[in-house]
């Protein structure tokens, strides 16, 4: 039987997937983050270093109490999950970065590169 908390929430964990991807290291990589980003429900976001994609996507299985009709046959990842520290008990998530659209990455791509730009300048200055 789920816990209280769930209950209580409203099963948001059941509402969206969070897939782990590859910090954004070259071109090729920011500009799949900004694709990902274009599509409605999609945000990434950064947590402890690490980077995900989460598409808002409700789980088949909820029925319309917002409760697992297949509980007792969940996968393995639904029977692993705590209620400890999940949103429904914790608002605050400790995203380190949050990107809910493409203009808002793009937003901080331009504002990285305005930071890195005056250290490439200072670098080359004292190597000639």
């Known amino acids: 039987m789920p816990s209280?908390?769930?209950?209580?929430?409203?099963?948001?964990?059941?509402?969206?997937?969070?897939?782990?991807?590859?910090?954004?290291?070259?071109r090729r990589t920011r500009e799949h983050i900004r694709w990902y980003l274009s599509h409605r429900g999609v945000q990434v976001f950064v947590e402890k270093g690490r980077w995900y994609?989460?598409?808002?996507?409700?789980?088949?299985?909820?029925?319309?109490?917002?409760?697992?009709?297949?509980?007792?046959?969940?996968?393995?990842?639904c029977r692993s999950y705590v209620t400890d520290n999940c949103e429904g008990t914790d608002l605050e998530y400790g995203y380190k970065l949050l990107f809910r659209n493409d203009a808002e990455w793009d937003a901080y791509l331009a504002s990285m590169a305005k930071r890195t730009r005056p250290q490439a300048a200072r670098r080359k200055r004292s190597s000639g």
């Open 53 to 77: 994609l989460q598409v808002a996507t409700r789980c088949r299985h909820l029925d319309a109490h917002g409760r697992c009709s297949t509980y007792a046959d969940r996968p393995a990842i």
């Open 4 to 26: 209280d908390a769930c209950t209580r929430c409203g099963a948001k964990c059941c509402r969206y997937l969070a897939l782990e991807i590859d910090k954004p290291r070259d």
